[in-house]
């Protein structure tokens, strides 16, 4: 039996705890099954009102689930007993949009000016496809999901702009209708597909030869169907070339105490 | 046949027009069938960031539909070829917290650091209640839905903070889960109710005796339903006694280019 596998019985203030004491240091995938999982952005705040705006003008590839006060490193609303410097298992520091280092801990770099952004994740989502009997391929084949960038403009906000980024999952022709419902009801972990079956729509020339994450086998009778992806807001921060920026490491969570489940409502 | 039929057959931009050059000064209800309505808060860039974190975390008494850009008199998603200085047929002005003026057009105290905030209506969920045979008693009694001061806190936000305010409608006990089912699926016009049939659960102690608007008949096998209401967040301006703050006079809105249905999406 794997670790992953005991710790999807956990508490998410237990594997919080674990994490914080640097006992976890491994993506979060699987871990305390049924809690939605956050993304991580943050940003000072002379940044943080064009974000927000970005963010509100952009809901589906960023759903917002919580935004911090100013210079807090607690949370109120989706965890209790959280320290965001060190509550997620990796970070990434970007300076002037280069990767400069990952921490287990971001301490020492805290700035009472920093604003943190907790954005919903397809792992919410991905939970109730799989529960519903709709496969979902990149966990099948055990590697990260494909993503794609598209010619989708996002609504612009103050300094930010770009295209959004999506994810792909190969779905069988007679469960497609099912998967946008189901997706569709979870509107603040990125909700309905964005395009089914026709990537060259969207400005992808080739489903096999994904932009970010890996590629995966789509079988015949199955279409490729396209979510809005929480990569998007990262990518959009990057162009500007923030002085600093701070980001979860990929697939390296925060484990919140909501349940799948509720974000539905 | 009323002014206000003759308008209810009219295209948003057509209603606007006449709007812009002073010839409609009274309140849109019932104009351009169909079509949203939106509330207005108009605040200085400095107040911003505290007021849309406000409404992300009160989505329920505070749906956006657009933010503005600063110093635009524009929009660009939600209606076309708008000027928000004049094309709300009545204005507020407030300064510290007191009404100082009622205008058709604030053009000449216009300032380069507005920030407009649209806000969803429920205008917009009654016109689905109609359509769907359930019955809008203030709209039968030709007067204004009465609203209630409660005792549910809104999440701050940074210098923003206050209760959340209520619109009540008496709901025939058949028909109070279809009403619940079909206001929850518009959740960017204020959603589904807060409270049904339990008035003193949120602190109201007479459901006959309304803060805001006026009081209306229950009759004998309804139940009063509370939603929540877009007095929310004007009121919690009003608390901050900013500067300057800028809003529509009630009942007289901004007549979007979005179908009500479209706000289901």
Chains 1, 2 share one sequence.
């Not at 960023?62 to 100013?70: F, G, Q, R, Y």
């Not at 597909?193 to 026709?198: E, S």
Request: proline share 8%; net charge negative; with cysteine.
């Amino acid at each position: 039996m794997s670790e992953a596998v005991n710790y999807s019985d956990l508490k998410p203030a237990e594997v919080r705890k674990l994490i914080r004491e640097g006992k976890i240091t491994c993506p979060t995938s699987g871990m305390c099954a049924g809690y939605a999982q956050a993304n991580l952005v943050i940003l000072p705040k002379d940044l943080a009102y064009d974000f927000l705006l970005f963010t509100q003008r952009n809901p589906k590839p960023c759903p917002i689930l919580e935004v911090s006060d100013v210079g807090s490193r607690d949370l109120h609303y989706i965890a209790d007993d959280v320290d965001l410097a060190k509550d997620f298992p990796k970070y990434r520091i970007y300076k002037k949009g280069e990767l400069v280092g990952e921490y287990t801990d971001i301490e020492e770099f805290w700035q009472d000016d920093f604003v943190s952004f907790l954005i919903g994740c397809s792992f919410s989502f991905e939970s109730a496809l799989l529960e519903a009997g709709i496969p979902v391929r990149h966990i099948e084949e055990n590697c990260n999901v494909p993503m794609f960038k598209t010619n989708i403009a996002c609504t612009p906000a103050g300094i930010f702009k770009g295209n959004m980024v999506v994810s792909m999952r190969p779905i069988p022709n007679d469960q497609v209708v099912k998967s946008a419902l189901i997706t569709g009801e979870m509107p603040r972990v990125h909700g309905a597909p964005i395009q089914i079956g026709n990537p060259e729509a969207i400005g992808i020339s080739d489903v096999m030869k994904p932009d970010f994450g890996d590629s995966v086998t789509i079988n015949e009778g199955e279409v490729p169907v396209f979510w809005p992806c929480g990569v998007t807001p990262q990518n959009v921060v990057m162009n500007v070339k923030p002085d600093i920026v701070i980001t979860h490491a990929p697939g390296h969570m925060l484990i919140t105490d909501v349940k799948n489940v509720e974000l539905k409502y």
